[in-house]
């Protein structure tokens, strides 16, 4: 801790904010005030608390007596939850809001947290505890969840390498504070090269001709804060995906495309290409794997999913992908065709393909997104989604004032019939600099049993939506409705989980590809007509969204649907296939890639483009050899809405079901047993497929 804070606080300043900062451990129902947190004072904290973990191991190996659950699991659940806790908190605002302070203490305290829970995992005399506990006569009298939890443990104790040599587990210490160390640069590298670009035009430009009133204003805007005038456009979303929709200059568009899809690569300066890392990050991952006696690094991720091998996976896709390609290619040449006959453009090229798809959905339902935009008013949305949640789960959602880390933040609290409180989550919507792009829900703290009473789990809700523009709100479009129900789905299965142990609370000890169902569940619900009515606001008229232009929602629900799909299954399969190797090399990412276009593509782009230079799900987000996750939950989440279909979408009955077989139940029991007690019955691709028209509806 020696001198961490000298050049901002004095000695005393120092002391008091490291005692304030280890004081949110304590009282984990108190919120914690953002704006008070230095960054230079999260160092002493985080490194008090492990070695705080450090010494309760220590404490629990030494003792003689029999392990029980209270002396064993409960001292490393508390000691380890403490940790968790305040790093978590740093891992987000890293997340949120990145600062040069706060990547210095990221990269300074990765090694050190990496080094504790590899000790931890790879313990082998905890591992004997863990073991004990299980050989006790009082394990066949625990409940079915703390079975659960220790088995759970045991098998962690296994992947983290307990039961290697000291060789072993030194070189497998290794590969987590390195891989630990690389993501975290792929992450800062993508984010600094997504910052680092801005394109400046005049006022008087004709460059823009096509772009949206209200995305004009967002630019101007942008402009404005620098103290300029004219534009400033940036790679962020909100900025990006307007102009590859409506900029009707094609140069524009190409410029812009080179830009987002050579982030990160050799286009970028000099040590900021992700390409180093990515193969680095691969040779560890395969050293992994030999080291825990796999044949390669897919199968040790799917050890802990649902998927049974990462062949089952790749024919799960193929076939996924065998069905999507014919209306994928059909699309493509209806595209090129339209793009060459109706808008001139000869030579359809990939920055083509957003600002064709959008003039040819105009043409064939006669509206566009930016006229569906105007009734997505971002308050209208937040009414109408937790409206919905209200009904179906017998809950209120109210904000409440609390200390955040940015003025755009809100936070809500979640109420039972009672009015009791039982849980709370951030909202951080829209796109910023120092903000990592993308959506995503982080638990704070999850609901657990301590000391008889209940502690109440809170969330953080993550997206990047296009900021208000003057005295107009966020205005959304049907894919960020569409997310922010995704995101808050996650979130339910975090809020309402009714488990006590940690270990299976929320999304803890959930199956990697079952944590997707309760999201993409909650995208069914936005296109349903009565939904539709409680979200939608007209930003200038404040009516409702009417009949007809839903009805063309409805009629171009499976516009594009194919593409998307074999984009999505691109993405998985090349995610699989690359952790399946054995032998990675200098060229094996564009090895795979390629293959994996050539079998499943429709649209190839071209040699510049990096695309797994910025794919951070599976290099620096939890998802290697998990990504089809997306898909595979998929295929639950649409047989279980299936049954809202059947039985009516606002059902009581049927929503309390799958709170009280799905959301309630965390990991406490395998995810399949929670399905089939919601289903009836396993799962079948055959609602995913009638949602995407791919087959008839019965």
């Known amino acids: 801790m020696k001198g961490v804070c000298k050049k901002y606080l004095s000695r005393n300043q120092y002391m008091s904010d490291l005692i304030n900062i280890l004081s949110i451990i304590d009282d984990k129902s108190q919120l914690i005030n953002f704006p008070k947190?230095?960054?230079?004072?999260?160092?002493?904290?985080?490194?008090?608390?492990?070695?705080?973990?450090?010494?309760?191991?220590?404490?629990?190996?030494?003792?003689?007596?029999?392990?029980?659950?209270?002396?064993?699991?409960?001292?490393?659940?508390?000691?380890?939850?403490?940790?968790?806790?305040?790093?978590?908190?740093?891992?987000?605002?890293?997340?949120?809001?990145?600062?040069?302070?706060?990547?210095?203490?990221i990269n300074e305290l990765l090694p050190p947290i990496s080094e504790?829970?590899?000790?931890?995992?790879?313990?082998?005399?905890?591992?004997?505890?863990?073991?004990?506990?299980?050989?006790?006569?009082?394990?066949?009298?625990?409940?079915?969840?703390?079975?659960?939890v220790i088995n759970k443990e045991l098998e962690g104790f296994v992947l983290a390498g307990a039961e290697l040599d000291e060789p072993g587990k030194k070189k497998m210490a290794d590969i987590n504070r390195e891989e630990a160390e690389l993501s975290q640069k792929f992450s800062e590298n993508l984010l600094d090269c997504t910052n680092e670009f801005?394109?400046?035009?005049?006022?008087?430009?004709?460059?823009?001709?096509?772009?949206?009133?209200?995305?004009?204003?967002?630019f101007a805007q942008q402009a404005a804060a620098e103290g300029a005038k004219g534009y400033k456009i940036t790679l962020h979303m909100p900025n990006y995906l307007p102009i590859m929709q409506y900029a009707e200059n094609r140069d524009l568009r190409e410029k812009m495309y080179h830009a987002y899809v050579t982030r990160a690569s050799d286009f970028s300066p000099a040590g900021k290409d992700n390409l180093p890392i990515i193969n680095r990050l691969l040779e560890l991952r395969v050293e992994d794997a030999h080291l825990l006696g796999y044949k390669n690094f897919a199968e040790v991720s799917l050890v802990r999913k649902m998927?049974?091998?990462?062949?089952?996976?790749?024919?799960?896709?193929?076939?996924?992908?065998?069905?999507?390609?014919?209306?994928?290619?059909?699309?493509?040449?209806?595209?090129?065709?339209?793009?060459?006959?109706?808008?001139?453009?000869?030579?359809?090229q990939t920055w083509d393909l957003s600002f064709i798809s959008e003039k040819l959905r105009e043409a064939k339902f006669s509206y566009s997104e930016n006229e569906v935009k105007q009734y997505f008013t971002e308050p209208a949305v937040l009414k109408g989604m937790f409206?919905?949640?209200?009904?179906?789960?017998?809950?209120?959602?109210?904000?409440?004032?609390?200390?955040?880390?940015?003025?755009?933040?809100?936070?809500?609290?979640?109420?039972?019939?009672?009015?009791?409180?039982?849980?709370?989550?951030?909202?951080?919507l829209y796109a910023r600099s120092g903000k990592r792009g993308g959506a995503w829900m982080n638990d704070q703290i999850s609901r657990r049993e301590v000391n008889g009473k209940i502690q109440k789990p809170i969330a953080y809700l993550v997206c990047n939506f296009a900021a208000p523009v003057g005295d107009?709100?966020?205005?959304?479009?049907?894919?960020?409705?569409?997310?922010?129900?995704?995101?808050?789905?996650?979130?339910?299965?975090?809020?309402?989980?009714?488990q006590t142990e940690l270990a299976v609370s929320g999304i803890s000890g959930v199956e990697w590809d079952a944590v997707e169902m309760p999201s993409q569940f909650m995208e069914n619900f936005v296109l349903n007509w009565?939904?539709?009515?409680?979200?939608?606001?007209?930003?200038?008229?404040?009516?409702?969204?009417?009949?007809?232009?839903?009805?063309?929602?409805?009629?171009?629900?499976?516009?594009?649907?194919?593409?998307?799909?074999?984009?999505?299954?691109?993405?998985?399969?090349?995610?699989?296939?690359?952790?399946?190797?054995?032998?990675?090399?200098?060229?094996?990412?564009?090895?795979i890639l390629n293959e994996v276009r050539k079998e499943v593509a429709i649209a190839f782009p071209p040699e510049y483009n990096r695309f797994a230079n910025s794919f951070s799900h599976i290099f620096a987000g939890g998802y290697a050899a998990g990504y089809y996750s997306y898909k595979w939950a998929e295929v639950l989440s649409a047989d279980a809405f299936s049954l809202f279909q059947e039985k009516g979408i606002f059902n009581p009955v049927v929503g309390n079901k799958w709170l009280d077989e799905v959301l309630s139940r965390g990991g406490s029991r395998p995810a399949m047993e929670s399905f089939v007690a919601f289903r009836g019955r396993k799962p079948s691709v055959d609602a995913l497929l009638r949602q995407y028209g791919l087959v008839e509806s019965k």
């Open 37 to 105: 947190l230095d960054p230079n004072s999260f160092k002493p904290a985080v490194l008090t608390l492990i070695q705080r973990l450090k010494d309760t191991v220590k404490a629990v190996k030494s003792s003689n007596r029999e392990p029980t659950w209270d002396t064993l699991v409960t001292p490393i659940e508390d000691a380890s939850e403490n940790l968790s806790y305040v790093w978590s908190v740093v891992e987000h605002l890293n997340s949120v809001a990145d600062t040069p302070e706060l990547r210095v203490t």
């Open 116 to 148: 504790v829970f590899s000790e931890l995992g790879m313990d082998e005399k905890l591992y004997a505890k863990y073991k004990a506990l299980k050989a006790e006569k009082a394990f066949e009298k625990f409940s079915a969840t703390r079975q659960r």
């Open 198 to 218: 801005a394109l400046y035009l005049p006022e008087d430009t004709d460059e823009l001709k096509g772009v949206p009133e209200a995305e004009l204003h967002l």
């Open 307 to 348: 998927a049974e091998s990462p062949e089952q996976v790749v024919s799960f896709l193929r076939e996924l992908a065998a069905k999507a390609k014919p209306a994928a290619e059909k699309e493509m040449e209806e595209l090129i065709d339209y793009g060459r006959n109706q808008l001139g453009i000869k030579d359809v």
């Open 387 to 428: 409206g919905l949640v209200e009904k179906m789960f017998s809950i209120k959602i109210k904000e409440k004032k609390a200390p955040v880390w940015n003025d755009d933040v809100k936070f809500f609290v979640i109420e039972d019939k009672e009015g009791k409180e039982i849980a709370g989550f951030y909202m951080d």
């Open 472 to 498: 107009n709100p966020s205005l959304l479009t049907l894919r960020d409705v569409e997310t922010i129900f995704h995101e808050f789905g996650h979130g339910l299965h975090h809020m309402l989980t009714r």
């Open 530 to 591: 009565d939904v539709m009515q409680t979200i939608t606001h007209h930003v200038k008229t404040g009516k409702t969204m009417p009949r007809e232009l839903f009805d063309k929602l409805v009629a171009a629900k499976n516009y594009g649907a194919g593409m998307a799909n074999v984009r999505q299954i691109e993405f998985a399969l090349f995610d699989m296939l690359l952790h399946m190797d054995t032998h990675p090399e200098k060229d094996t990412v564009n090895k």
